[in-house]
């Protein structure tokens, strides 16, 4: 899902990547996810050090994978013009429970608090150059990876 935040907005790259972001999280939380209402909020589990549920929840290698992976979900769909499930997909990273330990959370909450249809209308734009970032760039591993950083 992350590597396709190249693609334009309306490229079906774009609406697939999206699906696989869902895909991932309905596989995380072992139940279907409301596509227009991702709500994880009784959905979160605890971090484990069992591979691949850590990825989803926590773990020591991937501290900020469940905060990292819905921020770059949320991002997708803004990108896919699906703005209220975004603002859910963000506000779903705040419940992880390693959120006051991330390094980004303060991108997060920029994105919270910016305009998501200023951010849709830069994927408008034929110029991937003038788009809004997906993901943390150049810090993209570290948004799940890093701990002490």
Request: charged share 25%.
């Amino acid at each position: 899902m992350h590597i396709r935040r190249f693609a334009a907005a309306d490229d079906t790259v774009t609406a697939n990547a999206i699906e696989a972001g869902f895909k991932f999280w309905e596989y995380c939380a072992g139940v279907p996810v409301d596509r227009d209402n991702p709500d994880f909020t009784d959905l979160v589990r605890l971090p484990t050090e069992a591979m691949p549920e850590g990825f989803c929840w926590g773990s020591p290698r991937v501290p900020h994978g469940f905060e990292g992976s819905w921020l770059i979900t949320g991002d997708l769909l803004v990108k896919g013009g699906h703005l209220g499930a975004a603002k859910r997909a963000y506000l779903n990273a705040r419940l992880g429970v390693n959120y006051d330990r991330w390094k980004h959370k303060d991108e997060l909450e920029s994105r919270l608090s910016e305009d998501l249809e200023a951010r849709y209308a830069t994927y408008l734009n034929r110029n991937p150059d003038l788009w809004a970032p997906v993901g943390l760039p150049p810090f993209s591993c570290t948004q799940c990876h890093a701990s002490k950083f």
